[in-house]
């Protein structure tokens, strides 16, 4: 019997997904559950498990290449002897594919679907290697460990759970790069300006001149971006004093705490107050969700925007915000986020503080009703309540809203709040 393995929808909104690398080849020998192929879907690379034992007989996408959710991308034959048939047939598909090219995928996948999506970051063990006799390690790792012959068995991950990951394979190959600091965004401290930023910026063409196609991440933005401009929003400016929440900073920064995590805690303690900012437009209904989860914007080095997400961040002290949200950075950029993980947030934040930017719009996300966007605490002259001049560090915030759901007086209303709170009251986020 000759089965199909069909690109998986990863995430709700994949219409099509990138073979990023074949893990197996053609008339390799394939066990239930094993990872044969690992996708690139929207936002995140996930390796797929076979439902079925037998042989690879032939890949019908090649790595490198999209195929629609849906589509078969390789064959899977139970003996060795069926492997010539299913070359036949996977030879006459491909002569007859031009002519049904232009009709639409389907959504869904067949009942007899041969792949399952297992992300990896999920499944690893902490002793780095294996899980069903598989050696658990990154898309690059392992193409790495091809490229300079290095075996992923003798390895130890150093990546979450124990992954292995391409820093590993390059140090084992003799071609180990100075490591580089974590890219945790975070915003000025009081005592220096605004430092370069940690994160990447999208990369740029090559060659002057040369177009560049779309990456599956940039692609995905570009889908979204289109759907906001469908919802009517508007902008609230406020002006904050970060005097208070700079000299917190100071303090506990020694303990892991980042800015960034600050910043979400103290958005998610207001959003207490204020429902209704976390609520979103659904089925022309207002859909409160159950948790506060912020969504932080994230720039990824290869280009396009991933918003991991904090959920319930209210309920979290800010020393565990603050790890959760380095690792979320970290498997973010490693494209080993699980969907729930970018796509679960109720209100948005996007910070260029750290690039010096002192104030911009952000795009409301889809599915969100709002999205906070931060720019840089500078040192401002300013009156004091005594007449006087001095000088205070302050930001300027500027909230987009669905007005289908929010008000601005709601908005304002929010900033407010938001103000007060790390003006006069930063340390109870400590509590």
């Known amino acids: 019997m000759i089965n199909e393995v069909f690109m998986p929808a990863l995430s709700s909104t994949m219409t099509e997904g990138k073979i990023v ?21 929207d936002k995140a690379d996930m390796d797929v498990e076979s439902f079925y034992e037998g042989f690879l007989a032939t890949i019908v996408v090649p790595a490198g290449e999209n195929a629609p959710v849906g589509a078969a991308i390789a064959l899977i034959a139970e003996t060795e002897a069926e492997i010539a048939e299913a070359k036949q047939r996977a030879a006459g598909s491909s002569q007859s594919a031009p002519a049904t ?78 490591a580089t600091p974590a890219a945790t965004p975070t915003v000025p401290t009081p005592a220096t300006a605004p ?78 107050k204020h429902p209704l900012l976390n609520a979103s437009f659904v089925d022309n209904s207002i859909n409160y969700p159950a948790s506060i989860n912020i969504a932080v914007a994230v720039a990824m080095d290869d280009g396009g925007l991933i918003t991991p997400v904090l959920r319930g961040a209210d309920q979290m ?49 889809p599915g969100m009703g709002s999205i906070l966007a931060i720019g840089a605490s500078l040192p401002t002259v300013v009156a004091t309540a005594d007449g006087m001049m001095g000088v205070k560090r302050q930001m300027q915030v500027n909230i987009t809203c669905d007005h289908r759901v929010i008000y601005g007086a709601h908005a304002a209303a929010f900033l407010k709040d938001l103000a007060t709170l790390i003006e006069t009251n930063p340390q109870s986020l400590t509590l």
């Open 21 to 41: 690398s074949w893990v197996k080849s053609p008339g390799d020998k394939v066990e239930k559950g094993e990872t044969i192929v690992v996708v690139e879907s």
């Open 317 to 365: 002290d800010i020393y565990s915000l603050s790890r959760a949200w380095k690792d979320l950075v970290d498997r973010a950029r490693s494209k080993q986020l699980q969907p729930e993980e970018y796509n679960s947030g109720t209100f948005a934040v996007s910070n260029l503080g750290m690039f010096g930017v002192d104030r911009f719009d952000a795009i409301l996300p």
């Open 195 to 272: 430092t370069k930023p940690a994160i990447a910026t999208p990369a740029m063409p090559a060659v002057a001149g040369q177009k560049v196609p779309l990456t599956t991440l940039q692609n995905a933005v570009v889908r979204n971006m289109l759907v906001s401009l469908e919802v009517p929003t508007y902008h609230v400016g406020y002006t904050i004093t970060t005097d208070a929440l700079d000299k917190l900073y100071k303090q506990i920064k020694s303990k892991g705490v980042t800015m960034t995590a600050l910043l979400a805690k103290a958005v998610a303690v207001t959003l207490q």
């Open 101 to 178: 090219a232009s009709t639409p995928a389907p959504t869904t996948q067949p009942q007899e679907t041969a792949v399952s999506s297992a992300p990896a970051a999920a499944t690893t063990q902490t002793n780095g290697n294996a899980r069903n006799g598989r050696i658990v390690a990154s898309p690059r790792a392992r193409k790495l460990a091809k490229e300079f012959n290095v075996d992923l068995n003798a390895l130890q991950g150093s990546g979450p759970h124990g992954r292995i990951v391409a820093e590993d394979v390059e140090a084992a190959a003799g071609r180990a790069k100075p």
